[in-house]
Nanobody
Framework: QVQLVESGGGLVQPGGSLRLSCAAS????????MGWYRRAPGKQRELVAT???????NYADSVKGRFTISRDNAKKAVYLQMNSLKPEDTAVYYC????????????????WGQGTQVTVSS
């Protein structure tokens, strides 16, 4: 059974930093892309950043220059370094594994973590 487990959320003051981590477990052959999405109160879930197995990255305009996504393919993990945090970054952050292939069935699917709360407030 595949699971994505996130960690690293919490309460931080404006201008502060947090680092989110997400690790996938289970019988996984490969994962094409991993990423972070977020849902703020009263809003729809939105993309924050994604990274492919080859290292290509994509960021939402609102986080460019402040957030950095990275990945460890061997550990099946993805990280999000968040700097210069703003109150509008407050949301539940979700880890995503896109086009994950399970061994040995070769079944392909997308998976989500349970979410971790990030609150930016003074």
């Amino acid at each position: 059974q595949v699971q994505l487990v996130e960690s690293g959320g919490g309460l931080v003051q404006p201008g502060g930093s947090l680092r989110l981590s997400c690790a996938a477990s289970g019988s996984i052959l490969r994962i094409y892309a991993m990423g972070w999405y977020r849902r703020a109160p009263g809003k729809q879930r939105e993309l924050v950043a994604t990274i492919t197995s080859g290292g290509s990255t994509n960021y939402a305009d609102s986080v460019k220059g402040r957030f950095t996504i990275s990945r460890d393919n061997a550990k099946k993990a993805v990280y999000l370094q968040m700097n210069s945090l703003k109150p509008e970054d407050t949301a539940v952050y979700y880890c995503n594994a896109d086009d994950l292939v399970i061994w040995p069935t070769m079944v392909r699917d997308d998976y989500w973590g349970q979410g971790t709360q990030v609150t930016v407030s003074s």
